[in-house]
């Protein structure tokens, strides 16, 4: 079963930075547009940002535009997302999956066709 593995989750004071892996080993991911996706205690999940396999185009929702940063290692089956200034409103478990259907990122990314999630990891941004 493939399934992504996320990492680099953690608490961090408002203003500071967290860098998350989202890995599969063994799985191609040339062929896909990955996905980061948040959801928060009591909200639905939602795409946060999206790197294309296929021209390096990449999506970030207005909410993190400016302060995230996505990018890949295809080499290495690995999708990190770098995340600046963070604020209390960041606060969500995390989550990475690919998008079965295209190799580059639809404009807004559509959760329904995304998949092989993983367990996420978590973000707490707090004093």
């Known amino acids: 079963q493939v399934q992504f593995v996320e990492s680099g989750g953690g608490k961090v004071q408002p203003g500071g930075s967290l860098r998350l892996s989202c890995t599969v080993p063994g799985f191609d991911l040339n062929y896909y547009a990955v996905g980061w996706f948040r959801q928060a205690p009591g909200r639905e999940r939602e795409v946060i940002s999206c790197?294309?396999?296929?021209?390096?185009?990449?999506f970030y929702a207005d909410s993190v535009q400016g302060r995230f940063t996505i990018s890949r290692d295809n080499a290495k089956s690995t999708v990190y997302l770098q995340m600046e200034s963070l604020k209390p409103e960041d606060t969500a478990r995390y989550y990475c999956?690919?998008?079965?259907?295209?190799?580059?990122?639809?404009?807004?990314?559509?959760?329904?066709?995304?998949?092989?999630w993983g367990q996420g990891t978590q973000v707490t941004v707090s004093s």
């Open positions: 999956a690919a998008d079965t259907t295209h190799r580059r990122c639809t404009v807004p990314p559509r959760r329904y066709e995304y998949d092989y």
């Open positions: 790197s294309s396999a296929s021209d390096g185009s990449a």
